[in-house]
């Protein structure tokens, strides 16, 4: 499970530094191999292979003949990449990836329980400064599913 928010740098070669946390997670559940991609939020998206496997899965099942949802499949499909952590606990994160979400030098990582984000440091803080203006409204509708 992926907790906790952490601030890493991301190298000039474009690797980023796995909070050792993380870390262990990975080598109790899940090993080395990842599954990077974008995400609506304009962030990234860091999956374990295997959980990588089980969203492909119910992503497969959504009937593709809608727009929309041919164009998500595109998005979430079409710019992920596989990446395994090194022997110092970094990923390389492509520079199109990098790109998307506008990331520099600093980065934050955000645990979000079976995943963690990957955002460029003032985007996290945009994001971070919303959600606690929202979050009666975030709560509300999550309460709605029974949380």
Known sequence: ???????????????LSIPGKYRDALA???GDILVVTKDPDFCLVVHPMEEWKRLAE???SIPGNV?????????????????????QGRILIPPELREFARLGRDAVL???E??????????????AEQMTREIGQIAGAVAGFGV
């Not at 949802?69 to 990446?83: L, Q």
């Not at 995943?115 to 003032?122: L, S, T």
């Open 58 to 60: 119910k992503i497969r």
């Open 114 to 127: 079976d995943h963690f984000e990957v955002w460029a440091h003032d985007r996290w803080q945009i994001k």
């Open 1 to 15: 499970m992926f907790l906790g928010r952490y601030r890493h740098t991301i190298d000039t070669k474009g690797r």
């Open 67 to 87: 727009q929309a949802v041919k164009d998500y499949k595109r998005f979430i499909h079409g710019e992920a990449v596989d990446c395994t952590l090194d022997k």
């Open 28 to 30: 109790q559940r899940y």
């Open 110 to 112: 955000v645990g979000v």
